[in-house]
Protein backbone atom coordinates (compact mmCIF):
# COMPACT_ATOMS: atom_id res chain seq x y z
CA UNK A 1 0.00 0.00 0.00
CA UNK A 2 1.38 3.61 -0.53
CA UNK A 3 -0.31 6.91 -0.06
CA UNK A 4 1.08 9.78 -1.91
CA UNK A 5 0.72 13.58 -0.81
CA UNK A 6 2.36 16.98 -2.02
CA UNK A 7 4.85 16.21 -0.31
CA UNK A 8 4.88 12.85 1.11
CA UNK A 9 4.90 8.98 0.61
CA UNK A 10 3.34 7.14 2.57
CA UNK A 11 4.72 3.60 2.64
CA UNK A 12 4.94 -0.01 4.33
CA UNK A 13 7.30 -0.50 6.89
CA UNK A 14 10.30 -2.30 6.07
CA UNK A 15 12.68 -4.87 8.32
CA UNK A 16 15.66 -2.31 7.51
CA UNK A 17 13.28 1.08 8.96
CA UNK A 18 14.34 -0.07 12.32
CA UNK A 19 17.30 2.43 12.60
CA UNK A 20 15.92 5.93 11.28
CA UNK A 21 13.16 4.53 13.98
CA UNK A 22 16.07 4.15 16.52
CA UNK A 23 17.80 7.76 15.65
CA UNK A 24 14.57 10.17 15.83
CA UNK A 25 13.31 8.07 18.67
CA UNK A 26 16.60 8.68 20.41
CA UNK A 27 16.48 12.24 19.79
CA UNK A 28 16.48 14.30 23.17
CA UNK A 29 13.47 16.32 22.05
CA UNK A 30 11.34 13.13 21.53
CA UNK A 31 9.33 12.48 24.25
CA UNK A 32 9.82 9.73 26.96
CA UNK A 33 7.46 7.85 29.13
CA UNK A 34 8.87 5.53 32.45
CA UNK A 35 8.41 2.57 29.98
CA UNK A 36 10.63 4.21 27.10
CA UNK A 37 12.88 6.09 28.77
CA UNK A 38 16.13 4.17 26.55
CA UNK A 39 15.56 2.95 23.32
CA UNK A 40 17.99 0.58 22.08
CA UNK A 41 18.11 -1.42 18.71
CA UNK A 42 16.16 -4.34 19.85
CA UNK A 43 13.12 -2.37 20.79
CA UNK A 44 12.97 -0.22 17.42
CA UNK A 45 13.43 -3.82 15.90
CA UNK A 46 10.65 -4.75 17.39
CA UNK A 47 8.71 -1.64 16.62
CA UNK A 48 8.90 -2.10 13.03
CA UNK A 49 8.52 -5.83 13.21
CA UNK A 50 5.01 -5.21 14.60
CA UNK A 51 4.05 -2.90 11.71
CA UNK A 52 5.12 -5.32 9.27
CA UNK A 53 3.47 -8.25 11.11
CA UNK A 54 0.31 -5.84 10.42
CA UNK A 55 0.37 -6.05 6.39
CA UNK A 56 -0.03 -9.57 6.88
CA UNK A 57 -3.04 -9.36 8.66
CA UNK A 58 -6.13 -10.98 6.83
CA UNK A 59 -8.62 -8.88 6.51
CA UNK A 60 -5.91 -5.97 7.58
CA UNK A 61 -7.21 -3.51 10.37
CA UNK A 62 -3.96 -2.13 11.30
CA UNK A 63 -2.29 0.37 8.73
CA UNK A 64 0.98 1.97 10.09
CA UNK A 65 2.76 3.60 7.09
CA UNK A 66 6.05 4.82 7.31
CA UNK A 67 6.57 8.53 6.07
CA UNK A 68 9.16 9.49 3.60
CA UNK A 69 9.44 12.87 2.17
CA UNK A 70 9.06 12.68 -1.75
CA UNK A 71 12.26 12.98 -3.02
CA UNK A 72 14.09 11.52 -0.35
CA UNK A 73 14.69 8.40 0.66
CA UNK A 74 14.89 9.43 4.52
CA UNK A 75 12.14 7.84 6.68
CA UNK A 76 10.78 11.00 9.10
CA UNK A 77 8.45 9.30 11.05
CA UNK A 78 5.32 7.16 10.85
CA UNK A 79 1.22 7.24 10.47
CA UNK A 80 -2.09 5.02 10.49
CA UNK A 81 -5.61 3.89 11.15
CA UNK A 82 -6.15 0.82 13.41
CA UNK A 83 -9.66 -0.38 13.20
CA UNK A 84 -11.00 -0.84 16.90
CA UNK A 85 -14.31 -2.20 15.82
CA UNK A 86 -15.22 -3.43 12.13
CA UNK A 87 -18.96 -3.82 13.20
CA UNK A 88 -19.10 0.03 14.33
CA UNK A 89 -16.69 0.92 11.46
CA UNK A 90 -14.39 3.28 13.96
CA UNK A 91 -10.52 2.81 14.30
CA UNK A 92 -7.97 4.77 15.91
CA UNK A 93 -5.63 7.13 14.18
CA UNK A 94 -2.00 7.45 15.44
CA UNK A 95 1.50 9.44 14.01
CA UNK A 96 4.80 10.24 15.10
CA UNK A 97 7.90 12.22 13.68
CA UNK A 98 11.13 12.69 13.28
CA UNK A 99 11.90 16.02 15.47
CA UNK A 100 13.99 17.57 12.93
CA UNK A 101 10.89 17.39 10.87
CA UNK A 102 8.58 19.08 13.25
CA UNK A 103 6.50 22.20 12.79
CA UNK A 104 6.24 21.84 8.82
CA UNK A 105 2.93 20.93 8.61
CA UNK A 106 4.37 16.80 7.56
CA UNK A 107 1.84 15.26 10.65
CA UNK A 108 -1.01 17.34 8.99
CA UNK A 109 -0.28 16.30 5.80
CA UNK A 110 -0.07 12.95 6.51
CA UNK A 111 -2.71 12.03 8.67
CA UNK A 112 -4.99 13.98 6.34
CA UNK A 113 -3.69 11.32 3.66
CA UNK A 114 -4.64 8.70 6.33
CA UNK A 115 -8.31 9.83 7.18
CA UNK A 116 -9.21 10.38 3.39
CA UNK A 117 -7.93 6.60 2.74
CA UNK A 118 -9.83 5.52 6.03
CA UNK A 119 -13.05 7.33 5.22
CA UNK A 120 -12.64 6.47 1.64
CA UNK A 121 -11.23 3.03 1.17
CA UNK A 122 -12.23 1.30 4.19
CA UNK A 123 -15.69 3.21 4.54
CA UNK A 124 -15.10 4.06 8.28
CA UNK A 125 -17.52 5.71 10.13
CA UNK A 126 -16.15 7.59 12.80
CA UNK A 127 -11.92 7.89 13.61
CA UNK A 128 -10.92 8.41 16.80
CA UNK A 129 -7.94 9.75 18.25
CA UNK A 130 -6.47 10.36 22.12
CA UNK A 131 -3.16 12.64 23.08
CA UNK A 132 -1.91 13.90 26.68
CA UNK A 133 -3.25 17.04 27.28
CA UNK A 134 0.22 18.74 27.12
CA UNK A 135 0.76 17.44 23.76
CA UNK A 136 -0.32 20.72 22.24
CA UNK A 137 0.99 19.71 18.65
CA UNK A 138 -0.52 16.87 18.73
CA UNK A 139 -4.02 18.42 19.95
CA UNK A 140 -3.34 20.92 17.47
CA UNK A 141 -2.81 18.11 14.42
CA UNK A 142 -5.78 17.00 15.10
CA UNK A 143 -8.02 20.23 15.53
CA UNK A 144 -7.05 21.09 12.43
CA UNK A 145 -7.89 17.79 10.20
CA UNK A 146 -11.44 18.70 12.06
CA UNK A 147 -11.18 15.76 14.81
CA UNK A 148 -13.43 17.56 17.98
CA UNK A 149 -12.57 17.13 21.51
CA UNK A 150 -15.28 14.65 22.98
CA UNK A 151 -13.62 14.12 26.70
CA UNK A 152 -10.58 14.50 29.11
CA UNK A 153 -9.46 11.59 31.16
CA UNK A 154 -8.38 13.51 34.15
CA UNK A 155 -5.16 12.37 35.61
CA UNK A 156 -5.34 9.27 33.92
CA UNK A 157 -1.54 8.30 33.17
CA UNK A 158 1.26 8.25 35.35
CA UNK A 159 4.18 9.57 33.69
CA UNK A 160 7.59 10.52 35.03
CA UNK A 161 6.02 10.99 38.60
CA UNK A 162 2.92 13.07 38.16
CA UNK A 163 -0.53 12.45 37.24
CA UNK A 164 -1.23 13.13 32.89
CA UNK A 165 -4.89 13.72 31.67
CA UNK A 166 -5.49 12.74 28.13
CA UNK A 167 -7.53 14.27 25.39
CA UNK A 168 -10.08 12.07 23.34
CA UNK A 169 -11.04 13.22 20.27
CA UNK A 170 -13.48 12.02 17.18
CA UNK A 171 -14.37 13.02 13.18
CA UNK A 172 -17.23 11.44 11.69
CA UNK A 173 -17.47 10.56 8.27
CA UNK A 174 -20.40 12.98 7.33
CA UNK A 175 -18.31 15.42 9.09
CA UNK A 176 -14.82 14.29 6.94
CA UNK A 177 -16.73 14.80 3.74
CA UNK A 178 -17.98 18.10 4.47
CA UNK A 179 -15.00 19.29 5.23
CA UNK A 180 -13.40 17.48 2.33
CA UNK A 181 -15.48 19.56 -0.33
CA UNK A 182 -13.41 22.25 -1.96
CA UNK A 183 -14.20 25.56 -0.52
CA UNK A 184 -15.84 27.46 -2.73
CA UNK A 185 -17.50 24.85 -5.09
CA UNK A 186 -20.99 24.70 -5.29
CA UNK A 187 -23.82 22.23 -7.21
CA UNK A 188 -24.32 23.64 -11.06
CA UNK A 189 -27.39 25.74 -11.45
CA UNK A 190 -29.14 22.36 -12.94
CA UNK A 191 -28.10 20.13 -10.31
CA UNK A 192 -30.12 21.63 -7.75
CA UNK A 193 -33.05 21.95 -10.32
CA UNK A 194 -32.63 18.25 -10.92
CA UNK A 195 -32.55 17.96 -7.14
CA UNK A 196 -35.81 20.20 -6.29
CA UNK A 197 -37.85 18.66 -9.38
CA UNK A 198 -36.54 14.94 -7.69
CA UNK A 199 -38.05 15.67 -4.29
CA UNK A 200 -41.39 17.60 -6.14
CA UNK A 201 -41.76 14.31 -7.77
CA UNK A 202 -41.50 12.22 -4.80
CA UNK A 203 -43.87 14.33 -2.95
CA UNK A 204 -46.50 13.84 -5.44
CA UNK A 205 -45.78 17.75 -6.64
C1 LIG B 1 2.76 15.65 17.38
C2 LIG B 1 3.69 15.70 16.19
C3 LIG B 1 3.46 14.47 15.32
C4 LIG B 1 3.38 16.97 15.37
O1 LIG B 1 4.15 16.92 14.18
P1 LIG B 1 4.37 18.22 13.25
O2 LIG B 1 4.72 17.75 11.89
O3 LIG B 1 5.30 19.15 13.90
O4 LIG B 1 2.92 18.80 13.21
P2 LIG B 1 2.40 19.93 12.18
O5 LIG B 1 3.56 20.76 11.71
O6 LIG B 1 1.58 19.22 11.15
O7 LIG B 1 1.41 20.77 13.07
C5 LIG B 1 1.77 21.13 14.35
C6 LIG B 1 0.83 22.21 14.85
O8 LIG B 1 1.04 22.32 16.22
C7 LIG B 1 1.58 23.59 16.52
N1 LIG B 1 2.59 23.40 17.56
C8 LIG B 1 3.70 22.70 17.50
N2 LIG B 1 4.34 22.73 18.68
C9 LIG B 1 3.58 23.49 19.50
C10 LIG B 1 3.69 23.91 20.85
N3 LIG B 1 4.71 23.52 21.62
N4 LIG B 1 2.74 24.72 21.35
C11 LIG B 1 1.70 25.11 20.57
N5 LIG B 1 1.52 24.72 19.30
C12 LIG B 1 2.46 23.92 18.78
C13 LIG B 1 2.18 24.10 15.23
O9 LIG B 1 2.26 25.50 15.21
C14 LIG B 1 1.17 23.57 14.23
O10 LIG B 1 -0.03 24.31 14.24
P3 LIG B 1 -0.29 25.47 13.13
O11 LIG B 1 -0.08 24.84 11.79
O12 LIG B 1 -1.67 25.92 13.37
O13 LIG B 1 0.75 26.52 13.38
C15 LIG B 1 5.17 15.75 16.62
O14 LIG B 1 5.33 16.81 17.50
C16 LIG B 1 5.65 14.47 17.27
O15 LIG B 1 6.05 13.53 16.58
N6 LIG B 1 5.63 14.40 18.59
C17 LIG B 1 6.09 13.20 19.30
C18 LIG B 1 5.17 12.00 19.11
C19 LIG B 1 3.75 12.33 19.44
O16 LIG B 1 3.48 13.13 20.31
N7 LIG B 1 2.83 11.72 18.67
C20 LIG B 1 1.42 11.91 18.88
C21 LIG B 1 0.96 11.07 20.03
S1 LIG B 1 -0.72 11.45 20.41
Redesign the pocket.
Known amino acids: MLLTTDRLLLREFEEGDWEAVLAYQSDQR ?2 RHDAWRERAEEDARRFVRMFIDWQREEPRRRFQLAIVPRGEGRLI ?1 NCGVRVTSAAAREAEI ?4 DPR ?9 AARAMLAFGFGTLRLHRVT ?4 AE ?4 A ?2 LE ?1 LGLRQEGRLREHEWIEGRWRDTLLYAILDREWRLQARPAGVTKPAGAWRKTGALRRRRRGG
Request: a positive charge; charged letters at 20%; hydrophobic letters at 30%.
Open positions: YPGGYELGWGRGYATEARCLNVASRVR
